[in-house]
DNA sequence: GTCTATATGAGGATAGAC
DNA sequence: GTCTATCCTCATATAGAC
């Protein structure tokens, strides 16, 4: 039962995750410095290193932890129907996933470059895997009839590009709930494939 | 005629801005030194500030350099006509100017963030303008009942956001032309939007 | 216009005390 | 687990010689 005093790790590691989550969407991970988190966090630099071996892996992992809970979420939600069905729950969910995590959304595209091949390697995988999601849909659509387009493959990240980019305009608290803005993105996804 | 020996003013300038370019492009803002700069120009890191005062002068000039030339070459293309001809010429505009300028785009984009307060409203201000070339032509076709969509706003960056997306992905070499790309997105763009 | 040399500071990471 | 102190490297920017 007894704890050490001054021990703190089950507080500190969330804590730190959190600052440097939050830094780097903000300046960017080449320009934050691990002194800058531990001010955040509250501790002095050195001690971040109980946390991660390294700079490197302290963003490989916030990226990772990021594509895990969203292809996992997805998996969740992706339950089958019509083709129809699917486009619409995909936009619905690529929409409310990512609107409330502005910060890891923008981490996931603009530090790619920062990350060591070997990681980004990894997180190149992961984010396959969920464009696969979408190309899956729009393929079975096709096959349907429900679905045209010139290019599969195009279409794809065409769709996904218009639906991220709403995380680079949108500000909580604007003149849209999410709900409206999910509709009235549904509404130019599922025309921009349609017969 | 004579010109002094060791005076490069006319070479050094363009290279440095050509070396910054494809620097901060690859490496980001933040993670580009002005030794690694000079090294790929060929001269030593204080020959640098003979052409510009300091750093953050020379994002702020590659990011308005680059706005200035797509403002001006947009501003030649547009033409007239009917909105449904304006927005075909748009699209691949948008296309054909952004696709070989990958990374005065990625600059664009993702450096933001680098720039000074006074600099960034500054380059802000250029992105608005353009966007609202795409907003009057949508409006236009709305009015001519060729056009329809929920919210023009969100049309707007929605399209811009699935067109400039391309850049991500696209490689030259790949296995479709320019023309193919444009007719593709072309399509896309047109049937997100119709009546 | 470019060089070398340097002022001045900040960066990541580690060692050892508590 | 955290702290202080420190190593070592690298950064931007400037000064003055050529």
Same mark, same amino acid.
């Given at each position: 039962?007894?704890?050490?005093?001054? =021990?703190? =790790?089950?507080?500190?590691?969330?804590?730190?995750?959190?600052?440097?989550?939050?830094?780097?969407?903000?300046? !960017?991970?080449?320009?934050?410095?691990?002194?800058?988190?531990?001010?955040?966090?509250?501790?002095?630099?050195?001690?971040?290193?109980?946390?991660?071996?390294?700079?490197? =892996?302290?963003?490989?992992?916030?990226?990772?932890?990021?594509?895990?809970?969203?292809?996992? %979420?997805?998996?969740?939600?992706?339950?089958?129907?019509?083709?129809?069905?699917?486009?619409?729950?995909? *936009?619905?969910?690529?929409?409310?996933?990512?609107?409330?995590?502005?910060?890891?959304?923008?981490? %996931?595209?603009?530090?790619?470059?920062?990350? =060591?091949?070997?990681?980004?390697?990894?997180?190149?995988?992961?984010?396959?895997?969920?464009?696969?999601?979408?190309?899956?849909?729009?393929?079975?659509?096709?096959?349907? !009839?429900?679905?045209?387009?010139?290019?599969?493959?195009?279409?794809?990240?065409?769709?996904?590009?218009?639906? *991220?980019?709403?995380?680079?305009?949108?500000?909580?608290? !604007?003149?849209?709930?999410?709900?409206?803005?999910?509709?009235?993105?549904?509404?130019?996804?599922?025309?921009?494939?349609?017969?």
């Amino acid at each position: 039962m007894a704890r050490k005093q001054g =021990s703190h =790790s089950d507080i500190t590691g969330p804590k730190l995750r959190k600052a440097a989550r939050r830094l780097i969407a903000q300046h !960017g991970f080449a320009a934050v410095s691990m002194r800058q988190i531990a001010a955040e966090v509250g501790v002095q630099a050195g001690a971040l290193y109980n946390y991660t071996p390294d700079k490197q =892996s302290l963003l490989f992992d916030l990226m990772r932890e990021h594509m895990d809970e969203l292809l996992t %979420a997805w998996d969740v939600e992706e339950k089958g129907g019509s083709a129809l069905e699917r486009l619409e729950r995909f *936009t619905r969910f690529h929409i409310r996933f990512n609107l409330p995590r502005a910060d890891e959304v923008f981490i %996931a595209y603009m530090e790619l470059r920062n990350l =060591s091949p070997e990681n980004f390697a990894e997180i190149e995988k992961l984010r396959r895997q969920y464009e696969a999601g979408l190309e899956d849909i729009l393929r079975a659509g096709e096959a349907e !009839g429900v679905f045209a387009f010139t290019d599969l493959r195009i279409a794809t990240m065409a769709l996904i590009a218009m639906l *991220t980019g709403l995380n680079t305009w949108y500000r909580e608290n !604007g003149r849209l709930s999410v709900a409206e803005i999910e509709t009235i993105y549904w509404d130019l996804v599922r025309k921009s494939v349609a017969v």
